[in-house]
Structures are given as C-alpha cells and as structure tokens.
C-alpha cells in the first residue's frame, strides 16, 4: 500500500448510465464466465450487466461494461441483492430481489431472451433498509426494515420466519458457508447473530454509540464485523468481546455505508453521509492509520466491491465510479 493516502478524488474508471443511480452491486457468485455482474438501480428502472476490467482482460482499456437487460419499475430502487443462480455460462440466468419505498420487494428473473418475471413480496410494514440471499443455492431471501423486523422469504413470496428487533433493522448479512447463521444490525447500536434452525439469537455485538447507520460482515474472514456509527468505524473480532476492537473517526460528516473487500480481510470502505456539494469515499486498510484512498463523488449512493479484485464502485449522477486500490 501507498502511506500515507493520496487523495485520489478522480475515480479509476467511470461508466456513463442514463439517471441518478442510487444503489449499485456486484454479483458476489461467480458468473460462469471470466466477467463480473453488476447491478445498478434508480428512479423506476434496474440495469443488469457484466463488467470486465483491464487487470482482468489484456485487451480491455480501463473498463468494458455490457448492457444485458433492463426492468422497468413503477418504484425507486433503494436496496438490491444478487441470486447465486445468476450465471451467464449453460442456461444464462438473472435473478435479483429489490427493495423500494412502497415497502414491497420484488423478485427479477430473466433468462436474457424472452422469459422476464417481476414477483412482489408483501409484508413489512415500513421502509426496508437491506435485502440479501442465502447464498448457497438462493432459494432464501432476509429483508431489514424500520419496523422492526428481520423477515425471511421462500421465492415463491411467502414469509417463512420473522424476527423481532429492538430498533429499526438497517443491515443483514448471511454467512457464506453456514447458511443457518444471519447477522442482523439494529440503529440502536446491536448487531445480533440468528441461529434460523433454532430461531433464536445466539451472540451479540455492541456498538455503545448509536445510531449504527451501516454494518458488514467480513466474508472473507467471519471474525470480523465492521460497522459506522456517527462519523466512525467500528471493526469487531467477535471471539475476543462484544464490544468494538478498534474505532476510529473517518469522515468529516456522518458516515452513510460500510462494506468489506472480498480479495482483503483486511480491506474496507465506508461511505458519507451526501454532504452539500460531495459524497465521501474513504477505503481504509487494517493495517494503515489512514485510509489508503480517499474519493470523493457528487451525490454518491451505494456501495459494493468487486468479488476477486481490490476494486469498489459507487453510484452517482448518471454515472458509476470505481475506484481500484493498489494492494
């Protein structure tokens, strides 16, 4: 790593979209071919496509992004979450869930040709924060919201568990191997880890600050647990306390998202709240007093890494940012 951090504010690459975008994501599953598939959503519209970078492809110049499909929806798009059966490679198939303010999320289907399927799923009863599949086979679906509940959904739309929370939910992660274990972040400040066999808690992490705007779990290493609260981060090692291990303020402003690096255990990013003229993008390494890159973006939203390499994108005004850290 460079030390201390350049302040790198002109993002690595850019793709022009044609609106704002407010949630961006990466396919964390391998796609079946030797590009990535991302994710973005905005007012009323998702763009599903494959991204392949120059540290990927020899003969690709900084980065080729590939329209595949777009959904056209009555709704924003605030939340948005990939199916491990998206695989482009045998029977090419997508398959989000999408999250908006009607309280309703939405399964997408496709199969790139002629079979397009929007299901909506009922039942929260406020404004849902996140939205994740089980990511073994992706036959599950858990959604967060404001009122106070952590759901579990079949694909065919029927609630099959639900949990109670304290606080709004405002983030869920599911464990990559261990299908039974959920985390599941509240504002107040705790982050508890669901057994769905037994339905029940089994550990908790406490934030002793509130609100808890954004937490992730590490999936590269699952000791880890990151989270902002107020202008901090906050990373725990959950076999050593419940409580934060290291804290630190990182942004000017409130911090808005964190999110792990799937290529580094020991790399993360985390977001600002959208100041007047700019959004803050800081990736911070474990090992670093600062933050190794710091970015900057007019009205940025979302968040999400690349699955193999160091890389992150963000959303903004009629375009996606990305941003390549040098390992």
Request: hydrophobic residues 40%.
């Amino acid at each position: 790593f460079k030390s201390p951090a350049s302040a790198q504010l002109h993002a690595t690459y850019t793709v022009a979209c044609e609106d704002y975008v407010h949630v961006v994501e990466f396919s964390p599953f391998d796609s079946g071919t030797n590009a990535s598939l991302l994710a973005y959503g905005g007012n009323q519209y998702v763009v599903v496509g494959t991204c392949l970078f120059q540290e990927e492809d020899a003969e690709v110049e900084g980065v080729e992004f590939t329209v595949l499909r777009a959904f056209h929806l009555d709704v924003r798009i605030d939340s948005l979450a990939w199916s491990p059966e998206s695989r482009l490679d045998r029977l090419p198939t997508v398959r989000l869930c999408t999250a908006s303010p009607d309280r309703k999320l939405r399964l997408l289907s496709s199969d790139l040709k002629d079979r397009h399927e929007i299901k909506e799923m009922e039942g929260h009863s406020s404004y849902i924060n996140q939205v994740v599949f089980e990511p073994t086979e992706g036959k599950q679906i858990a959604s967060v919201s404001d009122d106070h509940t952590c759901r579990v959904w079949d694909l065919e739309g029927n609630e099959t568990m639900s949990f109670s929370l304290r606080s709004p939910g405002v983030s869920v992660c599911w464990h990559p191997e261990e299908v039974y274990k959920l985390m599941v972040a509240e504002k107040k400040g705790t982050i508890r880890f669901y057994d769905l066999v037994a339905q029940q808690a089994i550990l908790s992490l406490d934030c002793g600050h509130s609100p808890l705007m954004s937490a992730d779990w590490c999936l590269a290493n699952t000791i880890k647990v990151g989270g902002v609260a107020g202008s901090d981060w906050l990373v725990w090692d959950i076999t050593r306390s419940s409580y934060p291990q290291e804290r630190r303020p990182a942004h000017m402003d409130k911090a808005r998202l964190i999110r792990w690096s799937r290529a580094n255990e020991n790399l993360f990013a985390t977001t600002g709240c959208p100041g007047k003229f700019s959004s803050q993008l800081l990736i911070h390494h474990l090992g670093q007093p600062q933050p190794v890159v710091i970015g900057s973006a007019t009205v940025g939203a979302g968040l999400s890494w690349h699955r193999t390499l160091p890389l992150c994108v963000i959303g903004s005004d009629r375009k996606l940012l990305f941003w390549m850290t040098e390992m």
